[in-house]
T-cell receptor, first 111, second 113 residues
Framework: EAGVTQSPTHLIKTRGQQATLRCSPISGHTSVYWYQQALGLGLQFLLWYDEGEERNRGNFPPRFSGRQFPNYSSELNVNALELEDSALYLC??????????FGDGTRLSIL | AQSVTQLDSQVPVFEEAPVELRCNYSSSVSVYLFWYVQYPNQGLQLLLKYLSGSTLVKGINGFEAEFNKSQTSFHLRKPSVHISDTAEYFCAVSSSNTGKLIFGQGTTLQVKP
């Protein structure tokens, strides 16, 4: 069974640009979650999508947004990139009321 | 509000020795508890989970954890560690209907030969 897949593996951007990160969940999982793992800040919850709807949002500014597609894949968009957005972005998926399973992440570097 | 505290940032241990990684949580509602492991340049792998039932939970790679409600703890143990267990370990808590996992700051397990 294929796990959670994320693309790209690495992404390099400059300040002010936009970044788009993609996630494909495990087959049969309808929920997708996004987390940010920044140096010194630990793992922070960003967003939860289920059945195409945003269900919960962490304490991040509105320039962090995303969506979930009918095939349950998801993308995370970060607008007006700032230096402190440099981090590993992890996507997880789960079936209803089941534990979350994580992908290997996208490392976003802002120059 | 929920929170998780991992009491040790680094735990050095010799190969084949036992290890305990400590985790305390706070929550005003019923919680689900998890331990995840992160190897270098990888995502998080689920080690074990407590959802309900028996307080002693067995996971993958020989790890186990005990849920102690009175002490609000969920410590991770392994009777004999291997070099390959060297990694970052995260304790996490969630409650139903929020979707989010709240993580501790992580414990680096360093297994020495």
């Amino acid at each position: 069974e294929a796990g959670v897949t994320q693309s790209p593996t690495h992404l390099i951007k400059t300040r002010g640009q936009q970044a788009t990160l993609r996630c494909s969940p495990i087959s049969g999982h309808t929920s997708v979650y996004w987390y940010q793992q920044a140096l010194g800040l630990g793992l922070q919850f960003l967003l939860w999508y289920d059945e195409g709807e945003e269900r919960n949002r962490g304490n991040f500014p509105p320039r962090f947004s995303g969506r979930q597609f009918p095939n349950y894949s998801s993308e995370l968009n970060v607008n007006a990139l700032e230096l402190e957005d440099s981090a590993l972005y992890l996507c997880a998926s789960s079936a209803f009321n089941q534990p979350q399973h994580f992908g290997d992440g996208t490392r976003l570097s802002i120059l | 509000a929920q929170s998780v505290t991992q009491l040790d940032s680094q735990v050095p241990v010799f190969e084949e020795a036992p290890v305990e990684l400590r985790c305390n949580y706070s929550s005003s509602v019923s919680v689900y508890l998890f331990w995840y492991v992160q190897y270098p340049n990888q995502g998080l792998q689920l080690l074990l989970k407590y959802l309900s039932g028996s307080t002693l939970v067995k996971g993958i790679n020989g790890f186990e954890a005990e849920f102690n409600k009175s002490q609000t703890s969920f410590h991770l143990r392994k009777p004999s560690v291997h070099i390959s267990d060297t990694a970052e370990y995260f304790c996490a808590v969630s409650s139903s209907n929020t979707g989010k996992l709240i993580f501790g700051q992580g414990t680096t397990l360093q297994v020495k030969p």
